[in-house]
């Protein structure tokens, strides 16, 4: 690559810091810019509902890299900056302001944005979502003294910002349409352990409920469930799930189903454009299909990969998914991907009632996903290693403790 070359990245989050880190590791000695729409530097969002909202994690310890990398790695951010037209024909994009930048080679790392409840109240004081730094830092001034706390959605941010919320002394509710929380994530099985998780800690679980309004004059009061209930609230927290920021790959002409279509490199139909991170729906060898991916690790991991591949690297994206999450004493990685129904049972290796424990999911006789709980000693690895494999492991060998991880497949 010639010192004339212009890589740009829409999209200053951690699949973008990534990105540029690894073009710079492989040697590209061209431009990189970085473009993004928040006014801070990239940062990783797992600390906003975890440590961070809770006060724990200094804000310097969730940006990628700390100012000077920038400068000492030659990487121009331009930050608070939209891009709003990607002229695929001039190789260049369009800011709101009008400025063009030309690439080279483009990578979309927009992420998503959060669903929006679309209830009569939504637009009330008193309604939070957690996207953003500033979202956080709003969030944890809301709840920190207290008070009561509606949660609407069990999924990931529900439930993490429930545990929070409950630290700080609130009483807290939170509302689910599904019969568990995490059902399309987990399944009912170990859905069913996270509710008793919560109803342990004090929350009150509303499950197979639906929100119909928020109500309130001017702040939120309370939140109206189809029941006919009124659960009041000081604070309502909506985590209903995101939606990839496709609009700008959309209009340019780009394929687009449930995110930016690219294949196991990451690369669009276009082979001067990539997409990494929430908004890519990659071809998955490990798994023989598309996947799109909202969590921290296919950020991290898919910016590298995208780096590598705009250099014409031979690089595939094909690691299992990884999730971690941490809700009052408990600690949890899982690793794998299952399709709605996607798998024929659930092998528990340990004791639930311990609270420490491996889970597995099989379909065929493989293990297609796999979590552990509070078992650092052994971690996700030896699920991920099972996943990798492919190969027909029998229940009774993962159940086996005497067995360990490692022998799976031997016997």
């Given at each position: 690559m010639?010192?004339?070359?212009?890589f740009?990245?829409?999209?200053?989050?951690?699949a973008?810091?990534k990105?540029?880190e690894s073009?710079?590791?492989?040697?590209?000695s061209?431009?990189?810019?970085?473009i993004?729409a928040e006014?801070?530097?990239?940062?990783e969002?797992?600390p906003?509902s975890?440590?961070?909202?809770?006060?724990k994690e200094?804000?310097?310890k969730?940006?990628?890299h700390?100012?000077?990398?920038?400068?000492?790695?030659?990487?121009?951010?331009?930050?608070?900056?939209?891009?709003?037209v990607?002229?695929?024909?001039?190789?260049?994009?369009?800011?709101h302001?009008?400025?063009?930048v030309?690439y080279?080679r483009l990578?979309?790392a927009p992420?998503a944005?959060?669903?929006?409840?679309?209830v009569p109240?939504a637009?009330l004081d008193g309604v939070?979502y957690l996207r953003s730094?500033?979202d956080s830092?709003?969030?944890?001034?809301?709840?920190?003294?207290?008070?009561?706390?509606?949660?609407?959605?069990?999924?990931?941010?529900?439930?993490?910002?429930?545990?929070a919320?409950?630290?700080?002394?609130?009483?807290?509710?939170v509302i689910e349409p599904?019969?568990?929380?995490?059902?399309?994530a987990?399944?009912?099985e170990?859905g069913?352990?996270?509710a008793?998780?919560h109803r342990r800690?004090?929350?009150d679980l509303r499950?197979?409920r639906?929100?119909t309004g928020?109500?309130?004059s001017?702040?939120?009061h309370?939140?109206a469930?189809d029941?006919?209930q009124?659960?009041?609230a000081d604070?309502?927290?909506?985590g209903v799930?995101?939606?990839?920021?496709?609009e700008?790959a959309e209009?340019?002409g780009?394929a687009?189903?449930?995110g930016?279509?690219?294949d196991?490199?990451?690369?669009?139909?276009d082979?001067d454009?990539?997409?990494?991170g929430d908004?890519?729906?990659?071809?998955?060898?490990?798994?023989?299909?598309r996947?799109?991916v909202?969590h921290?690790?296919?950020?991290?991991n898919g910016?590298?990969?995208?780096g590598k591949?705009m250099?014409g690297?031979?690089v595939?994206?094909?690691?299992?998914?990884?999730?971690?999450t941490?809700q009052?004493d408990?600690g949890?990685e899982?690793?794998?991907w299952?399709?709605p129904?996607g798998?024929?049972s659930?092998?528990?290796?340990?004791?639930?009632?311990?609270?420490?424990?491996h889970?597995?999911?099989l379909?065929g006789g493989?293990?297609v996903a796999?979590m552990?709980?509070?078992q650092?000693d052994?971690g996700?690895?030896?699920a991920q290693?099972?996943?990798?494999s492919?190969?027909?492991?029998?229940?009774?060998r993962?159940?086996?403790l005497?067995v360990?991880l490692?022998?799976?497949t031997?016997?």
């Open positions: 010639t010192t004339e070359q212009t740009v990245i829409v999209g200053a989050g951690l973008g810091a990105a540029a073009l710079r590791e492989e040697g590209f061209g431009r990189i810019t970085l993004g006014t801070e530097l990239p940062y969002r797992p906003l975890k440590g961070y909202l809770l006060g200094e804000k310097a969730v940006y990628v700390d100012e000077g990398w920038y400068a000492a790695n030659s990487v121009e951010p331009l930050l608070g900056r939209r891009v709003t990607l002229d695929r024909a001039a190789h260049q994009v369009e800011l302001d009008g400025r063009r030309r080279d990578l979309l992420g944005a959060p669903r929006r409840l679309d109240g637009d939070h730094l500033d830092e709003r969030l944890r001034e809301a709840i920190r003294g207290g008070g009561r706390v509606a949660v609407v959605g069990a999924g990931w941010i529900g439930l993490e910002t429930a545990a919320a409950r630290e700080y002394g609130c009483e807290v509710t599904r019969a568990v929380p995490l059902h399309a987990l399944g009912p170990l069913a352990f996270f008793d998780l800690h004090g929350v499950l197979g639906e929100v928020l109500l309130g001017g702040r939120v309370a939140v469930t029941d006919g009124e659960i009041a604070v309502v927290i909506v799930g995101v939606s990839p920021n496709t700008l209009r340019a780009l687009v189903e449930n930016i279509v690219v196991e490199s990451l690369r669009t139909e082979p454009i990539y997409a990494a908004v890519a729906n990659a071809f998955n060898l490990l798994y023989g299909t996947i799109r909202e921290w690790a296919n950020a991290l910016g590298l990969t995208a591949a250099l690297r031979p595939v994206h094909d690691r299992p998914p990884y999730f971690f941490d009052y408990v949890m899982f690793s794998g299952f399709a129904g798998y024929d659930v092998v528990i290796r340990g004791d639930l009632e311990s609270g420490a424990f889970a597995f999911w379909a493989r293990v796999g552990h709980v509070n650092w052994e996700i690895a030896p290693d099972l996943i990798r492919g190969v027909t492991v029998r229940p009774e993962l159940t086996d005497s360990p490692s022998d799976i031997k016997g």
